[in-house]
């Protein structure tokens, strides 16, 4: 019995995982595309922003600690492109001394600390891309 021909397949949500160390972004790749996201991953700012420009993700999981371009940087530079749509921005860091206001200043969404609780981040990204009805 086949589905009805004009039913689409659930769209899935792509996310851009961008953080300068590769075992950071094979891991949170790795876990995310098992919660079935589609997954792209960039090692520095500048190729972010690269990426968003020419395919813009659903969400951008973006590390705040990166050589050359921060993470607050890149926020920034998305939020002050007028050609881009809106994309929601979730930073990741490992050090204490960004402090959340600091992100939601860039213009981020959220603000998560490593090491990375999986279950408060899939909650987070959930709840960022949760579809609106």
């Known amino acids: 019995m086949q589905g009805n021909p004009s039913e689409r397949p659930p769209k899935v949500d792509r996310i851009l995982v961008v953080d300068d160390l590769p075992d950071n972004c094979f891991l949170l790749q790795t876990m995310l595309k098992s919660e079935g996201y589609q997954v792209e991953v960039a090692d520095s700012g500048p190729a972010a922003l690269h990426k968003i420009t020419t395919c813009p993700p659903d969400l951008v999981l973006l590390d705040v600690m990166m050589p050359g371009m921060d993470g607050f940087e890149v926020t920034r530079q998305l939020r002050h492109d007028p050609a881009l749509p809106f994309i929601p921005v979730l930073l990741v ?31 987070r990204i959930r709840a960022i891309l949760q579809p609106v009805s």
């Open 93 to 123: 860091t490992g050090h204490s001394d960004p402090e959340p206001a600091d992100g939601f200043d860039a213009g981020a969404d959220d603000f998560v600390r490593k090491p990375i609780d999986f279950d408060l981040l899939l909650n």
